[in-house]
Nanobody
Framework: HVQLVESGGGSVQAGGSLKLSCDGR????????MAWFRQAPGKEREGIAT???????TYADSVKGRFTTSKDNDKNILYLQMNSLKFEDTVTYYC?????????????????????WGQGTQVTVS
């Protein structure tokens, strides 16, 4: 079992940056493949980035070139560096994980491929 604990959300002006963290507490084998999703009120959850065990990443077109995901495998912490933030990036961000080594890190990722989820962190761009 693993618990994903997110941090780093907050308010920022358009054009600014924020860095989200997702701390995987527990069995690291449950976080072999990880992803970031985001969801606005009343809308479907959108997969925006994935990272696999080799560090290979994928990004949705909506964030490509602005967001970067990385993972510290020693600490089992996933990061999402968000630059050039736009008003439309104002949503709740979720990290997700699965123990699967393959089959989850597609663009866009599928919610059903990830069994562990963070609590969500709000990002507000004004």
């Amino acid at each position: 079992h693993v618990q994903l604990v997110e941090s780093g959300g907050g308010s920022v002006q358009a054009g600014g940056s924020l860095k989200l963290s997702c701390d995987g507490r527990g069995d690291p084998s449950r976080t072999n493949s990880m992803a970031w999703f985001r969801q606005a009120p009343g809308k479907e959850r959108e997969g925006i980035a994935t990272i696999d065990m080799d560090g290979t990443t994928t990004y949705a077109d909506s964030v490509k070139g602005r967001f970067t995901t990385s993972k510290d495998n020693d600490k089992n912490i996933l990061y999402l560096q968000m630059n050039s933030l736009k008003f439309e990036d104002t949503v709740t961000y979720y990290c997700a994980a699965t123990g699967a080594l393959w089959g989850a890190c597609y663009s866009p990722p599928e919610e059903g491929d990830f069994g562990y989820w963070g609590q969500g962190t709000q990002v507000t761009v004004s």
